[in-house]
């Protein structure tokens, strides 16, 4: 849907309502497109980023990821045993 900025005001809610239902609501000024309104997905509850966290860690130890050294240890390569640079 397009509708001109001057025509919008009065319209406003219905619009808001029309892009929450999925529906493009183009704003145009002199004929020329010059905003959209879109709805604002909704972010998720403490219990679905749980969820999500814990499927992307099933994925990455399905795929033998286990997340490689803890950052203390991470770069223990470049020194030899006395600390000094290898």
Known sequence: MEISVSDAKARLTALVRHA????DVILTR????A???VPIAP??????????MEEVRAAA???G???GPDAA???D???DERGLPA
Do not use: F, T, V, W
Not at 20 to 23: H, I, K, P, S, V
Not at 30 to 33: A, L, M, N, T
Not at 43 to 52: L, Q
């Open 43 to 52: 972010k998720p509850d403490r219990a679905r980023r749980i969820a999500i």
């Open 77 to 79: 390569h470049l020194y």
């Open 20 to 23: 929450e239902a999925g529906e």
């Open 73 to 75: 240890r991470s770069q």
């Open 61 to 63: 130890e399905k795929r």
């Open 30 to 33: 002199h004929g020329q497109p």
């Open 65 to 67: 990821l286990d997340g």
């Open 35 to 37: 905003a959209r309104i």
